[in-house]
């Protein structure tokens, strides 16, 4: 018989963190701690401005490269913010579309990419599938940015270096200090630097510095899907300075035989979004994070987070994924560390949800521990 599926679908593994959300249905009434989705709803202005957009007829096709508009004050923002003299955007179906695009437009078999460890899911997989290698950088215990290790592992193969701040899954936050480093690196070696900035609104404990501050070959990814709890509308976009404009050329080419165009009603009320203050949000989530961590930090290993809405904590007495069969059968569904390390030491939490199921989850997991 004829082998019908392709090769490259054995490089790949079913989500584990939908695994566990699918758990959810399955249960009654559990501590959802699985899934990266604000538990708060799209703020009513946007959800009007969308409703506007299709009571209008805005319905059809964007350009491929999104809303003119759109993209032109998503262009001053990045101009204002970074200091990039003309910056060009593109409007994608979500970051993880943005993702996907760049790393169809950028890696070839056998090209590596530096990933520090752990990292978010999507990256090895979509590497491993068109032929890249995966060069994990470990960052453990503390998560903070490996620098040496970095620039260590740099060779005459390195396509690219990623950045995830503030990070999925550890909540971290990388420092101007090390930032700057980094940038000090990748000028030295004039490697690309791609940027995954879609939790770049939360951030707790002061601000979150940008590579694209300090270095102009850097891809910059940021999206509306968590700021706005928008996740499933689907908008993300990217943009880049001179030097990678061509990027954003080959980006937009690929989007138009795949996603075609972003949803159009909804990147209208992205243009609202972008006025949009979180602060009373994000304030509400520094709280959750409060909570989280001072309910588990006697009882746990867990560095505490800076941003985004997850912890990564060390799994007591053995691997991660034991100790989150155990948990699950306690209704609590938490993911394993493994989906987003080479290690099987920790465990993730996300969040986002109720004061009310935070705190049970916590009386839970002490008693575990």
């Given amino acids: 018989m004829i082998e019908i599926l392709a090769d490259r679908t054995s490089k790949i593994d079913a989500s584990g963190i939908r695994k566990?959300?699918?758990?959810?249905?399955?249960?009654?009434?559990?501590?959802?701690?699985?899934?990266?989705?604000?538990?708060?709803?799209?703020?009513?202005?946007?959800?009007?401005e969308a409703i506007k957009a299709i009571k209008a007829g805005?319905?059809?096709?964007?350009?491929?490269?999104?809303?003119?508009?759109?993209?032109?004050?998503?262009?001053?923002?990045?101009?204002?913010?970074?200091?990039?003299?003309?910056?060009?955007?593109?409007?994608?179906?979500g970051v993880s579309g943005g993702l996907l695009l760049a790393f169809l437009s950028l890696i070839n078999p056998e090209d590596e990419v530096i990933i520090p460890d752990p990292y978010f899911v999507i990256y090895k997989h979509v590497i491993n599938m068109l032929g890249g290698k995966c060069v994990f950088v470990d960052s453990y215990p503390d998560f903070e940015l490996p620098i040496e290790k970095i620039s260590d592992a740099i060779t005459g193969k390195t396509k690219m270096i990623i950045l995830n701040s503030p990070c999925n899954p550890?909540?971290?936050?990388?420092?101007?200090?090390?930032?700057?480093?980094?940038?000090?690196?990748?000028?030295?070696?004039?490697?690309?630097?791609?940027?995954?900035?879609?939790?770049e609104k939360f951030c707790y404990d002061g601000e979150c510095p940008s590579i694209a501050n300090y270095y102009e070959k850097t891809l910059l990814l940021r999206g509306?899907?968590?700021?706005?709890?928008?996740?499933?509308?689907?908008?993300g976009y990217v943009a880049a300075g001179e030097?990678?404009?061509?990027?954003?050329?080959?980006?937009?080419?690929?989007q138009q035989y795949t996603f075609v165009c972003a949803p159009a009603p909804f990147?209208?009320?992205?243009?609202?979004?972008?006025?949009?203050k979180i602060s009373d949000l994000v304030d509400a989530?520094?709280?959750?994070?409060?909570?989280?961590?001072?309910?588990?930090?006697?009882?746990?290993?867990?560095?505490?987070?800076?941003?985004?809405?997850?912890?990564?904590?060390?799994?007591?007495?053995?691997?991660?994924?034991?100790?989150?069969?155990?948990?699950?059968?306690?209704?609590?569904?938490?993911i394993p560390g493994?989906?987003?390390?080479?290690?099987?030491?920790?465990?993730?939490?996300?969040?986002?949800?109720?004061?009310?199921?935070?705190?049970?989850?916590?009386?839970?997991?002490?008693?575990?521990?």
């Fill in 267 to 276: 990147q209208k009320a992205a243009i609202a979004a972008l006025d949009y």
């Fill in 243 to 254: 030097s990678l404009k061509n990027v954003i050329e080959e980006m937009t080419k690929i």
């Fill in 338 to 369: 493994n989906v987003f390390s080479e290690k099987d030491t920790h465990f993730r939490i996300s969040y986002a949800t109720s004061d009310a199921k935070i705190q049970e989850g916590i009386d839970i997991l002490r008693r575990l521990a």
């Fill in 58 to 93: 805005q319905n059809k096709y964007s350009q491929t490269a999104g809303d003119a508009v759109l993209k032109k004050r998503i262009a001053e923002q990045v101009r204002n913010e970074f200091g990039w003299s003309n910056p060009a955007v593109l409007i994608s179906s």
């Fill in 285 to 334: 989530y520094r709280s959750k994070r409060n909570l989280l961590y001072e309910g588990l930090k006697d009882k746990f290993e867990l560095v505490k987070p800076d941003g985004a809405f997850y912890a990564f904590i060390k799994a007591p007495g053995g691997p991660g994924s034991k100790f989150v069969e155990k948990a699950i059968a306690n209704n609590v569904l938490i």
């Fill in 170 to 199: 550890t909540g971290v936050v990388y420092s101007k200090e090390q930032i700057k480093r980094l940038a000090e690196v990748a000028t030295e070696k004039d490697i690309l630097i791609m940027t995954d900035e879609i939790y």
């Fill in 224 to 235: 509306f899907s968590k700021s706005y709890a928008m996740t499933g509308w689907r908008l």
């Fill in 20 to 48: 566990v959300f699918a758990l959810a249905g399955s249960l009654k009434d559990p501590v959802n701690f699985s899934i990266g989705q604000p538990d708060f709803d799209v703020p009513e202005p946007l959800k009007e």
